[in-house]
């Protein structure tokens, strides 16, 4: 079995203001530090309406298109931003988790790294936020559900900041476990341990300011392996942001590469155990170029060899 790396040109096309972090660079770094390793590399097919309705209404999917301008660049939220072939990128983002899903139980490949811009973590049923479109992980999740039959996905997010969309998506969904390690206080402030979902489905796991990778280890040995174990998931899928690196900008945890080798390893060994190590890895923050393209080239580097 092999290693699946997703992604598309289109996702180049999206473009942010000037001194935005979320810019298309973030995205050429880390197709550059991935390049010449041993990956099966497809394209990102675009989502369809209907994929996107698995976790957003209509009338959201109508709205983002809507807003996409002809020229320049529109502002929907505070942090979030369109321009021409913003929608396609977004769509090749939820198109890309999709054929990770089905790659991954299929067979074809033991897991997938999908590598696109712009993020989805914190995209809400209905609202855009935080330089997010559509909601790619929680799509992917119900994708796994609705139309493969599975019967409990889990999906893990290790962004420095709290997976709110993702937890809104499936607040309501008994068959997916949502769990999000973040810094505390921190935007967009949600993510406090209390929030536990409609059918206690919810963890989260605030990390304090200024805290290393030793923090880290400890809460996932002590908090969130145990409850993924007792999960029993059939499928990980994970919101892979970078953010936590203690080189970037827009937060104060101090992880280094070493921390991402660790934390990607030990999600094989769960889902060697659970999964059939069948793992699908999204792209999501990174703020810093350098520390973004090092973090997730380690990242990957651990699921090439896990799934060799």
């Given at each position: 079995m092999t290693t699946a790396l997703i992604t598309h040109s289109d996702c180049l096309k999206h473009r942010t203001?000037?001194?935005?972090?979320?810019?298309?660079?973030?995205?050429?770094?880390?197709?550059?530090?991935?390049?010449?390793?041993?990956?099966?590399?497809?394209?990102?097919?675009?989502?369809?309406?209907?994929?996107?309705?698995?976790?957003?209404?209509q009338a959201h999917i109508e709205r983002v298109?809507?807003?996409?301008?002809?020229?320049?660049?529109?502002?929907?939220?505070?942090?979030?931003?369109?321009?021409?072939?913003?929608?396609?990128?977004?769509m090749r983002g939820v198109g890309g988790a999709l054929l990770g899903v089905d790659l991954v139980l299929a067979g074809t490949v033991q897991n997938v790294f999908v590598a696109t811009r712009p993020p989805g973590h914190h995209a809400e049923s209905e609202r855009t936020m935080g330089f997010c479109l559509f909601g790619t992980a929680a799509i992917a999740a119900r994708h796994a559900l609705e139309?493969?039959?599975?019967?409990?996905?889990?999906?893990?997010?290790?962004?420095?900041?709290?997976?709110?969309?993702?937890?809104?998506?499936?607040?309501?969904?008994?068959?997916?476990?949502?769990?999000?390690?973040?810094?505390?206080?921190?935007?967009?402030?949600?993510?406090?341990?209390?929030?536990?979902g409609a059918h206690d489905?919810?963890?989260?796991?605030?990390?304090?300011?200024?805290?290393?990778?030793?923090?880290?280890?400890?809460?996932?040995?002590?908090?969130?392996?145990?409850a993924l174990e007792e999960f029993s998931p059939e499928l990980l899928i994970l919101s892979a942001g970078f953010d936590a690196h203690q080189d970037d900008p827009l937060a104060e945890l101090r992880w280094t590469e070493e921390d991402f080798t660790w934390l990607t390893g030990r999600f094989c060994d769960l889902a060697d155990t659970h999964c059939k190590g069948r793992?699908?890895?999204?792209?999501?923050?990174?703020?810093?170029?350098?520390?973004?393209?090092?973090s997730a080239a380690a990242h990957v580097d651990v699921l090439i060899a896990r799934g060799g």
């Open positions: 203001p000037d001194g935005h972090p979320e810019q298309i660079a973030r995205l050429s770094h880390v197709l550059n530090a991935l390049e010449g390793k041993t990956l099966e590399r497809f394209e990102a097919p675009l989502g369809t309406e209907d994929d996107v309705r698995l976790a957003h209404p298109r809507a807003a996409e301008p002809s020229a320049g660049i529109v502002q929907l939220d505070a942090d979030t931003w369109m321009s021409p072939g913003s929608y396609d990128a977004a139309r493969h039959g599975l019967n409990r996905v889990a999906v893990v997010d290790f962004d420095v900041h709290h997976g709110n969309g993702t937890q809104d998506l499936l607040w309501s969904e008994p068959r997916a476990r949502f769990v999000s390690s973040h810094q505390f206080p921190l935007w967009p402030g949600t993510g406090k341990p209390d929030e536990r489905n919810v963890l989260n796991v605030p990390l304090d300011p200024a805290s290393d990778g030793g923090a880290m280890r400890q809460a996932y040995e002590e908090t969130v392996f145990p793992v699908l890895s999204c792209l999501e923050g990174g703020y810093n170029l350098d520390a973004l393209s090092r």
